[in-house]
């Protein structure tokens, strides 16, 4: 008992527990999996299409994860003779890694977390940034056309998108007058959410989660119909795999610092959930898991924009519009309706 007393304590330390199980891989996993089943039958209802609703439909078509999931572990993994194999093999994992890194600055709890720190919010945008150089470099280490082409592209979103996105959330440090994460779900559960303090600010930080993680309507490094798929196309295998599930990684992780600064974070807190040391980082889960079902939906219902108009629209509307929620958080803060 005093071996397994141990494992166990270790496990569910907030150190280890926190990047391993929630929000850390294993709930990555399970979100990957639920979101992209959840992506294909909500597709297939709107645009009325035939395809894994249909295998094994009382199910809901769920098999259809298991058989992917089978074929990317056991489909060989091809490298090109003119590709930069270490690049080309370390990239993908890289990729999945870093993009999954934020979550260790990200809270469960006021009490709860593998980091605390007076700037966890700057923590965790400055890790969001290493996954689109990976990218770039996926792109490059292919010796393909359509990867150069697609990793470039990303390289010009992430230009473009970085500083508005970085400006819409040091706005609500503005406004809570904190970079704590926790600390500003307190200030939250004192006055009001922050999409209610500065809507402008959860509406850009919103569109540009959007942006970032190839949602539709901004699904542009890949784009299968000039591209094939991008900065992926030579892969294969399960290196294909980790690369698909990295944006639905990134976009987990936006969605959880979504709800932690705009969405009250794990506030209110059920009764039955607030004596659990990591319950009620389910709430923070659930309102990320829903706001993530809102960016699925967005794939059947919107074409997908042009690299010259996504990258317009991040600098001519969604910068000066940034710019703009941090005179909305002084303006919050001065009338007294924050905790700053």
Known sequence: ????????????????????????????FAVLLFIIWFERKLAAKVQ???????????????????????????????????????AFVMGPALLFGLTLLPVVAI????????????????????????GAAMTLIIGWAGNNKFSLIGGLREGFLSMAYE???????????????????VDMVEVQAETAWGVALNPLAAFVFLVISFLATSRFPFEISEAESELVMG??????????GLTMGASYLKYYVLC???????????????????????????VVFAKALALMALGVFLRAVYPRYRVDQAIRLAWHYLLPLSV?????SMGAAWLGLTGA
Do not use: C, K, N
């Not at 071996?3 to 709930?27: E, K, N, Q, R």
């Not at 994860?65 to 270490?86: G, N, S, T, W």
């Not at 009490?111 to 966890?120: E, H, K, N, P």
């Open 1 to 28: 008992m005093g071996a397994l007393g141990w494992i166990l304590g270790l496990l569910l330390s907030p150190w280890v527990f926190v990047p391993l199980i929630y929000p850390g891989l294993v709930s990555a």
């Open 48 to 86: 009325r299409r035939f395809g894994p609703y249909y295998v094994l439909r009382h199910l809901g078509g769920a098999t259809q994860l298991v058989a992917d999931l089978i074929r990317y572990l056991f489909a060989e993994p091809i490298i090109p003779e003119e590709a930069d194999a270490l």
């Open 107 to 130: 809270p469960v709890s006021g009490t709860f977390y593998a980091i605390r720190s007076d700037v966890s919010l700057l923590i965790v945008l400055a890790l969001l940034t290493l």
């Open 163 to 181: 500083i508005p996105l970085f400006v819409a959330a040091l706005s609500m440090a503005a406004a809570y007058g904190t970079l704590d994460l």
């Open 231 to 240: 900065p992926f196309t030579e892969y294969s295998g399960i290196m294909y």
């Open 256 to 282: 959880l610092l979504f709800s932690i600064m705009f969405l009250g974070g794990w506030e209110p807190v059920p009764p039955q959930l607030a004596a659990v040391p990591f319950g009620p980082g389910v």
């Open 324 to 328: 703009a929620s941090v005179f909305v």
